[in-house]
Structures are given as C-alpha cells and as structure tokens.
C-alpha cells in the first residue's frame, strides 16, 4: 500500500490550499483516511480523519477552517485548508487505516508528507 500526497506549498496568511492523497496498491478495504502534521522538534498530531462511512473528526484548532473529503472509488482523501494561519506551517502526512484482506487484521499506512508554508 502507497500514499502519495500532493499540494502543498507556500501561501500568505488568510489563503487557501488544498492537498489531495491518493492509495495505490492491493488491498481490500480502506476503513479511515485523513491527516496529520508534524512541526519542527514536536510529535505528530491530528489534523483531520474521516472514516468509509463519512464520519470526520478534526483537531480544534482547524474546526471551521479545514473540510476533509473522500472519493472511495479514488482510493483519495482531500483537505481543504482555509483561512490558513502562519501556525499552521508543518509537514502534512496523509494517513490510512488499511484492511489488506478480507480476514486480515487493519494495519496503519503513512505517506511521505507534504510541506505547507503560511508566511508572508
């Protein structure tokens, strides 16, 4: 299983970027797809995570200001990022919760990241 993402880059404060993450690979099912960030000398965190049923669950920080989406038929999860904030500047790591077949246990996937920049 791979995830690729894509969109991320330099944008002013108050702007918008959206990053899309596409799964690639044998599999049988993917069960939660979403987000997650890591700045410089601190650890991971959630951003955004959406399950195969619609469900999403976002950090407070983004509430309001971030919209997470999936197409299954894709195997891709987006996130939209709106009025983005210079505290918002990290790495963003697109994440899957993985079934690899039909009586497989799920197993947790990452991509490489993608880096998003707010500054003006």
């Known amino acids: 299983v791979q995830l690729q993402a894509s969109g991320g880059g330099l944008v002013q404060p108050g702007g918008s970027l959206r990053l899309s993450c596409a799964a690639s690979?044998?599999?049988?099912?993917?069960?939660?797809m979403g987000w997650y960030h890591q700045a410089p000398g601190k650890q991971r965190e959630l951003v955004a995570l959406?399950?195969?049923?619609?469900?999403?669950n976002y950090a407070d920080s983004v509430k309001g200001r971030f919209a997470i989406s999936r197409d299954s038929a894709k195997r891709t999860v987006y996130l939209q990022m709106n009025n983005l904030k210079p505290e918002d500047t990290s790495v963003y790591y697109c994440?899957?919760?993985?079934?690899?077949?039909?009586?497989?246990?799920?197993?947790?996937?990452w991509g490489r990241g993608t880096q998003v920049t707010v500054s003006s």
């Open positions: 959406i399950s195969n049923t619609g469900s999403e």
């Open positions: 994440y899957a919760n993985v079934k690899r077949a039909l009586f497989s246990s799920v197993a947790d996937y």
């Open positions: 690979g044998t599999f049988f099912s993917i069960a939660t």
